[in-house]
């Protein structure tokens, strides 16, 4: 009880800050390049359902061209046509996500939890609801992560969702956040099939 309600947050703002200053200078490399290859803003910026379903606005750096359509996950069926190069690259080694470290520090995000969705994914953000799913801070990466990403159901990611909310502690996150190190190495679950995107780009905010 006293890691959800104190030490969670104070190990999350503490890893955050660190973390956020010795990757600067990367960060900035990121951001340049980003603008230099492909036209349009650094960061993907989109609104986001957090703890208690409020809303946030959730920050990543930008891997699709400045023309993608504005549609829906599903609506998709090339989307390899619109991410860049060097968007393919973060996306698939995960440092698109690099930017939430700002939403981790305004105190939006954890580094484990639920992740944040957008209002597309409204049967996923009901269901939480319903289990007490966001009843946590979402994360940069959480338990249906590692089960699975992109390959869940929304029932299962749901599922999964409440059970990290009924049972969060320090183990449980030390845990889910080494399984996080192996998938990213391993690149799992970075797209649901080839032709759709991910749930973290489900519109192309320009």
Same mark, same amino acid.
């Given at each position: 009880?006293?890691?959800?309600?104190?030490?969670?947050?104070?190990?999350?703002?503490?890893?955050?800050?660190?973390?956020?200053?010795?990757?600067?200078?990367?960060?900035?490399?990121?951001?340049?390049?980003?603008?230099?290859?492909?036209?349009?803003?650094?960061?993907?910026?989109?609104?986001?359902?957090?703890?208690?379903?409020?809303?946030?606005?959730?920050?990543?750096?930008?891997?699709?061209?400045?023309?993608?359509?504005?549609?829906? &996950?599903?609506?998709?069926?090339?989307?390899?046509?619109?991410?860049?190069?060097?968007?393919?690259?973060?996306?698939?080694?995960?440092? /698109?996500?690099?930017?939430?470290?700002?939403?981790?520090?305004?105190?939006?995000?954890?580094?484990?939890?639920?992740?944040?969705?957008?209002?597309?994914?409204?049967?996923?953000?009901?269901?939480?609801?319903? &289990?007490?799913?966001?009843?946590?801070?979402?994360?940069?990466?959480?338990?249906?992560?590692?089960?699975?990403?992109?390959?869940?159901?929304?029932?299962?990611?749901?599922?999964?969702?409440?059970?990290?909310?009924?049972?969060?502690?320090?183990?449980?996150?030390?845990?889910?956040?080494?399984?996080?190190?192996?998938?990213?190495?391993?690149?799992?679950?970075?797209?649901?099939?080839?032709?759709?995107?991910?749930? /973290?780009?489900?519109?192309?905010?320009?």
């Amino acid at each position: 009880m006293v890691y959800r309600r104190f030490l969670k947050r104070f190990f999350d703002l503490l890893l955050a800050i660190f973390l956020f200053i010795i990757l600067l200078l990367p960060l900035i490399i990121i951001a340049l390049i980003v603008k230099l290859t492909s036209k349009g803003p650094v960061l993907f910026i989109q609104e986001r359902y957090g703890r208690n379903s409020r809303p946030f606005k959730l920050y990543k750096f930008r891997s699709m061209t400045d023309s993608a359509p504005q549609i829906a &996950n599903s609506k998709f069926t090339d989307i390899q046509n619109y991410i860049t190069p060097f968007g393919m690259f973060i996306r698939k080694t995960s440092l /698109d996500e690099l930017p939430q470290l700002w939403n981790i520090i305004k105190g939006d995000m954890s580094f484990i939890g639920p992740r944040p969705l957008a209002k597309t994914d409204e049967k996923v953000l009901s269901l939480r609801k319903q &289990n007490g799913a966001d009843q946590v801070l979402p994360g940069i990466s959480g338990l249906a992560q590692v089960n699975g990403r992109n390959n869940l159901s929304d029932e299962d990611k749901a599922t999964y969702d409440a059970k990290y909310a009924a049972h969060l502690s320090f183990i449980v996150d030390m845990f889910l956040t080494v399984q996080t190190v192996f998938s990213v190495l391993k690149r799992e679950g970075v797209f649901k099939k080839a032709g759709t995107i991910s749930e /973290d780009e489900q519109h192309n905010i320009k």
